[in-house]
């Protein structure tokens, strides 16, 4: 499976400091097929008229592919508990702060408030711990948000097979997860101890939940960890690689910038507005049919922009901390976000583009029968 990351890194040192002119960025918009090579000169554009000629095809094919629907969801914490050191991370097992875990009465409180909200698709998250944090408990969690959401995913540690196979039948359709970066040698500097320290077993993570029944995926990395557009290159062969082996699922991409997370940890790239949103141009105009996820991450104006153009997928009225729906209380976050819209003021905004907010993954339902 790591073949993709070594031809993303061969095609990178290839492009790196090639810069395609206006004429020869119109030759490749005007290609049936993008190939990696062409993405790896996309990547190097920086005169404003040849990303907003990007911009144009980019929001083409989204229209062309999703319509004008896009889904919203939100995560649910229910554990912080954490056996990794990762340098990053607000819930490294190396910061000292209260550790929570929620039980399950309260996780259905969490479920009812974001229901109140307006909520209907959530992601369910904990820390790296299966002591704290074992299967079954996720499980109990899942069965518990089924009851409430029309679209139960997690974003949690990398399972066994039939472990993933337990939370599919359980109501689980998605799983989100995370390779931070493709660098390996990066990989383990930042990952110096812990479960998460095995680069192939959370590389491989995805595959075992698709076969073992889930019908969404969303992979990427945590830009600013190592080199932005190595990474970039290396998600979109990587979401390239699970369509072809998986063509029947739903694949997205989402690309998450490093945020402050109470750390001392200083970012080795910075990845600016201008180059984060061309990231996301790119990897519509590669990958027409593949999801764009985008998070409160990024800030309301930027979300606002982007939206019409290429996300299909983003989140809304998000609390990063364990709970924090039903008792709003200030807690340690795993990181911090910037858009701190309500859900519904967010729904306002997606139709005021013209846009059709959607909770439920009308498509996935159809493509099961």
């Known amino acids: 499976m790591t073949e993709f990351i070594g031809k993303a890194q061969k095609v990178w040192e290839e492009f790196k400091d090639y810069i395609p002119t206006y004429d020869e960025v119109c030759e490749i918009l005007e290609k049936e097929v993008v190939s990696i090579e062409d993405v790896a000169k996309l990547l190097n554009v920086e005169d404003k008229n040849s990303i907003l000629l990007m911009a144009s095809k980019a929001k083409k094919l989204t229209r062309e592919n999703f319509g004008k629907v896009i889904l919203l969801y939100a995560p649910l ?19 000292n702060y209260k550790r929570e875990k929620l039980v399950l009465d309260e996780i259905e409180n969490e479920l009812r408030s974001m229901k109140e909200e307006g909520i209907d698709s959530v992601i369910i998250l904990t820390g790296e711990d299966r002591i704290h944090s074992p299967v079954d408990y996720i499980k109990q969690a899942c069965k518990i948000a089924a009851n409430y959401m029309s679209e139960v995913s997690i974003e949690v540690y990398p399972l066994f097979e039939e472990e993933y196979r337990s939370l599919a039948n359980a109501g689980v359709v998605g799983i989100t997860i995370y ?20 680069f192939e077993f959370r590389l491989t993570a995805v595959e075992r939940a698709l076969l073992a029944g889930f019908h969404e995926a969303c992979v990427g990395p945590l830009l600013g960890l190592s080199h932005p557009k190595k990474d970039v290159l290396c998600t979109l062969l990587h979401a390239e690689y699970l369509l072809d082996k998986f063509p029947k699922t739903e694949i997205s991409v989402s690309f998450p910038r490093v945020r402050s997370a109470g750390t001392d940890f200083v970012p080795k790239f910075f990845v600016s507005d201008k180059e984060f949103i061309k990231f996301l141009i790119v990897a519509r105009i590669y990958l027409p049919r593949v999801g764009i996820v985008i998070s409160t991450r990024e800030d309301a104006r930027l979300r606002d922009a982007l939206v019409d153009v290429c996300i299909t997928k983003m989140s809304a009225g998000s609390k990063t901390t364990v709970g924090g729906y039903a008792t709003q209380e200030e807690r340690d976050a795993q990181f911090e976000i910037e858009d701190r819209r309500s859900v519904a003021e ?21 493509n099961s029968l």
Do not use: A, M
């Not at 912080?80 to 097992?93: A, D, I, L, M, R």
């Not at 390779?179 to 095995?198: M, R, S, V």
């Not at 306002?348 to 013209?354: E, F, N, T, W």
């Open 77 to 95: 914490y229910i554990s912080n508990y954490c056996q990794n050191g990762c340098v990053y991370c607000g819930f490294s097992c190396r910061k």
């Open 179 to 198: 390779q931070e970066t493709y660098q390996k040698e990066d990989y383990e500097k930042l990952h110096p101890f812990g479960p998460k320290k095995d």
């Open 346 to 366: 967010v729904v306002d905004s997606i139709i005021r583009k013209g846009l059709r907010p959607e909770f439920t993954n009308w498509v996935r339902g159809v």
